[in-house]
């Protein structure tokens, strides 16, 4: 495994983060819980020590589950959670409030069954909440012992202004980047830019799409969001480009006797300096395969290859 030291934070995280958005088990298809209990105890064995989840997540099922599956382990771990997005009645709204980040983060540390986060991190923005009173009230956990470092997720360029006071105190800022989707790439390296802060991307597979294993019928049943158009990386135009994508992974995996998934991760650890690529997995052999992308690196007209056509299709 590759570690990385956090740029503003006394802690050292695996370069790959284990994802915890399919452990919600809710609109990925099929899912079981000892098969996410295995994922993490694979985990420790690859040496992956940093979690991403959020409260959101099947509505508290995957905290609840990340909390069951560290057990005593939780004290080797970097645990990076989120608060502000809530979902009633199957609709989504934004609350970044000091009220209601106070009562999210009793509400995370009792399903994680521990203490403290390590990371806690602004999911979404609502845009209304100003960000001085955000951080003011994230000072207060941290001095109160429940958190120990900040993060802000999906800050879009022209949100930046209102964050640039606080340089320094976000550890890390997540977004989506992959080889199949570079249109958050500005955002994301502003914001790192900016805040000074390490990267997380999120998607990092594409939602599987860059493990190579669709074709053009690529298609899920009804209850997988992947079914629904938003998520594009499976449908019409944008599929067809990614399997171009893929067809040009193929040459460079081989090369390296490499699996597609891992030179997915590769390529977010080379193309973006200091980075950590959160992986959302499902089963242990997935997480092992995308750990295989540790301990080599892609050759810089390999990289430039890479970026090209992503960037084209
Ligand atoms: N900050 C945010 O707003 C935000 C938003 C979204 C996600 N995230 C975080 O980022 C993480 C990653 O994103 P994501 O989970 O949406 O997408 P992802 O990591 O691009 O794709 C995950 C999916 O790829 C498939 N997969 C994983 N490893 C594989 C392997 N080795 N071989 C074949 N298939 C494999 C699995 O689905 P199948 O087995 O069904 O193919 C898995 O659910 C999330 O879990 C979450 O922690 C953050």
Redesign the pocket.
């Known amino acids: 495994m590759e570690y990385l030291k956090l740029r503003n934070a006394d802690l050292t995280v695996s370069r790959i983060?284990?994802?915890?958005?399919?452990?919600g088990m809710y609109g990925?298809?099929k899912t079981y819980e000892k098969d996410f209990l295995a994922a993490i105890r694979e985990a420790f064995e690859l040496g992956v020590n940093f979690f991403?989840?959020?409260d959101v997540?099947g509505l508290g099922q995957?905290e609840r589950l990340l909390g069951k599956g560290l057990g005593k382990r939780r004290e080797d771990v970097v645990i990076q959670t989120?608060f502000g997005?809530k979902i009633f009645d199957g609709k989504k709204t934004y609350d970044s409030t000091p009220a209601y980040l106070d009562v999210a983060l009793d509400r995370t540390l009792s399903r994680l069954r521990t203490d403290y986060v390590d990371v806690y991190?602004v999911?979404?923005w609502d845009e209304v909440t100003p960000p001085d009173e955000i951080v003011a009230e994230l000072e207060r956990q941290r001095d109160a012992g429940k958190i120990r470092y900040f993060g802000l997720?999906?800050v879009a360029l022209a949100q930046l202004p209102a964050w640039k006071p606080f340089r320094g105190l976000f550890v890390t800022v997540?977004?989506?980047f992959?080889l199949a989707c570079r249109c958050h790439e500005e955002d994301l390296r502003s914001a790192a830019a900016t805040l000074d802060a390490n990267i997380?991307?999120?998607?990092?597979?594409?939602?599987?799409?860059?493990?190579?294993?669709y074709d053009e019928n690529a298609s899920f049943p009804a209850d997988?969001r992947?079914s629904r158009d938003v998520y594009v990386n499976f449908h019409g135009e944008k599929l067809k480009r990614n399997l171009k994508i893929v067809e040009a992974m193929k040459p460079i995996a081989e090369a390296h006797g490499q699996?597609l998934?891992s030179v997915a991760i590769r390529f977010i650890l080379d193309a973006l300096k200091d980075s950590i690529?959160?992986?959302?997995?499902?089963?242990p052999?997935?997480?092992?395969?995308?750990s295989r992308c540790a301990g080599w690196s892609l050759s810089p007209e390999e990289l430039r290859l890479l970026d090209q056509i992503s960037k084209e299709t």
Do not use: F
Not at 200 to 213: E, P
């Open positions: 983060c284990m994802g915890g958005c399919p452990m990925w298809g991403d989840t959020a997540y995957s989120k997005v991190v999911h979404y997720s999906n997540q977004d989506q992959s997380a991307t999120w998607g990092s597979l594409g939602q599987g799409v860059l493990t190579g294993k997988d992947r699996t998934s690529a959160i992986v959302g997995v499902k089963r052999e997935q997480l092992a395969d995308v």
